[in-house]
């Protein structure tokens, strides 16, 4: 009875995993996005779209927005960034499942006759410098409106910065994160989480009017892409072509095209064949190009008729192309891609005619490749993140995002160094000086592994030195003057073996200074403790106990009474000795047979003279008189605490 029922539960078990929904790429796709300074989530028209608000994202200030464009969201608000609060702020976004995506941040203008128009500045996604507003953006073309990347986020999260460049306040209207597939936009070889794709432009070609995806109802799994119409080519007077026949393999895997890019093209007319078009870009930069092309022109009914060659600035990239018998049928798809250096400025795509009757395109893609960054070494980011909230840091520094990259905007004071064992920046150098600091330096400043230099002179900073500063071997420079530490200079410093310089002048520190310290000296190191509340126990400061109890007092005096009273008895024996040999010799002098004696006993002394004074003089070269010093206030303090204990 029992088994029956078990295997019953069993074979249900088993149905349901076999009904189970199972994750396949018909789900939808992950999509997030942002109206940046809205208070509530808001729906836009004309297609209801969920703007979610932007609260606890990132700091800035929410305030009312100018759309510069007319395919900017229909959204009221923006959120920009003042110069006073740091030149980097960046939207923090979490949770984002792993997975390919297209991002898409949409630029706005503070809708207040007091600021300046158009702000300039730089926007980098995950370390990477994807994009510098060009000065005209806001009032170009309606791609200028927004910058637009493609992205493989891994870890989570995604960081979109926003760089001042002294040229107005970076805003921000909304944000877009949507998934595409894995392998969206394939190019082949350097394709991967080291690149990342940002949009530079994408043309329908011959169609009337701009559209984004959703507005040719396209897959979701193509990130809702904007399709600019290009109604004509300034070279052949080209001639706009569309219909209304379905095309087959448009909206295939891993790109989804919406079919209507399909339906619309430009055709070379029958008195210029060539068809070339021209498009501005970035010198030196690399491009992946898209071609499109699906012969709808129903003069052209089958393979043969229309064969043409594609240059690309004067290369022939792709030979005798016949759309018919590569898309296998008339209004059919046909994809090609390429990747184009560009020396120039420009970049020209031709279509030379072979054979049969001119040429055809129905759109173009262009996308820069850009080489994604290494970023900053996590443990070292927390580290100085911790040390911006015990420190104070104040608003104007920012330290947003990610403290080495963009190269061209790390964070101010932070020294950074590629380290080529983990592929990653770790952190060299601090440079706080004079900054109006507070707070304190905490105890896990060591997670700064690679540090060689601090300089926090100059500030406020107070409390102890954390004594996990010895544990960060690389550390060359340690300078703290001219702030309110106090306690007691921490033993582990002496483990600093490549300390050059030590400066703790200036501050309230009190104790021994750790003798370890005293070696450092011999190989060149320069410190400074001057000024400060009671140091001692190294050379140029009083020895340690110089302020002591009348107990102490009372030992030390003793003490002296009878180092005093040693000396003194030493002396009387000497001289006393002496005496005797002078007496002896006096009475050998007159005694002959004693000569010789005289002589060798005299040559004796001579040479215990020269060894000894052979002995000084290397002693003198090899400076140990310094570490003798240092040995001899070493006791003196030892000798100090014992008398204190007692
Ligand atoms: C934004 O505009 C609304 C009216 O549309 C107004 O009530 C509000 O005060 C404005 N906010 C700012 C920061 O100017
Ligand atoms: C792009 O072209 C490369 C060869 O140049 C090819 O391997 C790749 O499959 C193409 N990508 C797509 C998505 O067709
Ligand atoms: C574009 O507009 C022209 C003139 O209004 C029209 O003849 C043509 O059919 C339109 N093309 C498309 C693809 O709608
Ligand atoms: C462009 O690609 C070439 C190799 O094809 C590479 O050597 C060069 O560094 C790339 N340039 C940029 C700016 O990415
Ligand atoms: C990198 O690794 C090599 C050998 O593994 C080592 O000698 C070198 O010190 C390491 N460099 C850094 C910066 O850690
Ligand atoms: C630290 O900064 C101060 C103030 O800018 C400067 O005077 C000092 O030389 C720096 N210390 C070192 C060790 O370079
Ligand atoms: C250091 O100063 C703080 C107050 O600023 C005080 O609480 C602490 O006891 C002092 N430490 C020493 C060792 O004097
Ligand atoms: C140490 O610092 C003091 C100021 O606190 C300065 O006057 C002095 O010259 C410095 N000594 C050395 C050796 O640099």
Not at 324 to 334: F, P
Request: with cysteine.
């Amino acid at each position: 009875m029992r088994s029956t029922m078990l295997k019953i539960r069993l074979l249900l078990l088993l149905l349901a995993f076999f009904l189970a929904p199972r994750p396949s790429l018909s789900r939808e796709p992950y999509a997030l996005r942002i109206s940046c300074g809205a208070r509530n989530d808001i729906h836009s028209p004309p297609r209801n779209t969920l703007w979610y608000k932007d609260f606890s994202y990132t700091g800035g200030i929410p305030t009312n927005a100018t759309r510069p464009s007319t395919i900017s969201p229909s959204l009221e608000t923006l959120r920009y960034f003042p110069f006073s609060e740091g030149p980097e702020n960046c939207y923090n976004i979490n949770r984002i499942p792993h997975g390919h995506y297209l991002v898409r941040i949409y630029f706005g203008l503070v809708a207040e006759p007091s600021f300046d128009n158009e702000p300039l500045f730089d926007v980098s996604i995950e370390g990477t410098l994807i994009y510098s507003l060009p000065s005209g953006w806001s009032n170009q073309d309606d791609e200028r409106a927004y910058v637009e990347a493609l992205i493989f986020l891994k870890d989570g999260t995604a960081s979109l910065c926003f760089h001042s460049t002294g040229h107005g306040d970076p805003a921000i209207l909304a944000i877009e994160i949507l998934q595409i597939g894995n392998r969206a936009y394939y190019f082949g070889r350097g394709y991967g989480q080291g690149t990342i794709l940002r949009t530079d432009r994408r043309l329908n070609c011959g169609a009337n009017d701009s559209k984004f995806g959703v507005d040719y109802s396209a897959d979701h799994w193509g990130g809702d892409r904007f399709w600019k119409s290009l109604q004509t080519f300034e070279l052949g007077s080209a001639r706009a072509i569309s219909t209304l026949n379905g095309i087959k393999k448009a909206s295939q895997s891993p790109n989804f095209y919406p079919e209507a890019i399909y339906r619309t093209a430009l055709v070379s007319s029958d008195s210029e064949p060539d068809l070339a078009y021209t498009m501005e870009v970035e010198p030196t930069r690399n491009y992946s190009l898209w071609l499109h092309f699906a012969e709808i022109d129903p003069s052209i009914t089958g393979a043969g008729q229309r064969v043409f060659d594609i240059l690309i600035n004067g290369d022939n990239m792709f030979q005798d192309v016949d759309i018919v018998k590569m898309a296998e049928g008339v209004n059919s798809a046909l994809v090609l891609n390429t990747t184009v250096v560009v020396s120039g400025r420009s970049l020209t795509i031709t279509l030379r005619p072979t054979k049969g009757t001119g040429a055809i395109i129905n759109a173009i893609e262009l996308l820069e490749l850009v080489s994604a960054e290494s970023k900053t070494f996590p443990n070292e980011i927390k580290a100085l993140q911790r040390l911006k909230s015990t420190l104070g840091l104040p608003l104007r520094f920012g330290w947003n995002g990610d403290p080495c990259v963009p190269k061209q905007h790390p964070w101010s004071g932070v020294d950074c160094q590629y380290d080529r064992n983990i592929s990653k920046y770790v952190i060299d150098g601090l440079g706080l000086d004079n900054q109006g600091l507070r707070g304190f330096l905490p105890n896990d400043v060591s997670r700064f592994r690679h540090l060689q230099s601090i300089n926090l002179s100059g500030n406020s900073i107070s409390g102890p030195i954390p004594s996990s500063l010895g544990t960060i071997n690389s550390l060359e420079i340690l300078d703290l003057s001219f702030n309110l530490f106090n306690g007691s200079i921490p033993e582990s410093l002496g483990q600093l073996t490549s300390l050059r310089i030590l400066d703790l002048n200036g501050n309230s520190l009190s104790g021994k200074v750790p003798v370890a310290l005293g070696g450092r000296l011999l190989h060149g190191a320069s410190f400074n403790f001057t000024d400060n509340a009671g140091l001692c126990g190294f050379p140029g400061l009083p020895p340690c106990g110089a302020h002591l109890s009348a107990g102490a007092k009372i030992g030390i005096g003793l003490g002296a009474c009878l180092l005093f009273l040693l000396i003194v008895t030493c002396l009387t024996c000497w001289w006393k000795r002496r005496q005797n040999i002078l007496r002896s010799q006096r009475i050998a002098a007159r005694v002959a047979p004693y000569a010789k004696a005289r002589t060798s006993l005299n040559r004796d002394v001579q040479m215990t003279r020269n060894y000894g004074h052979e002995n000084a003089r290397t002693a003198a070269e090899n400076g140990p008189s310094l570490l003798a010093l240092i040995q001899i206030w070493d006791l003196v303090s030892k000798l100090g605490m014992h008398i204190h204990i007692l």
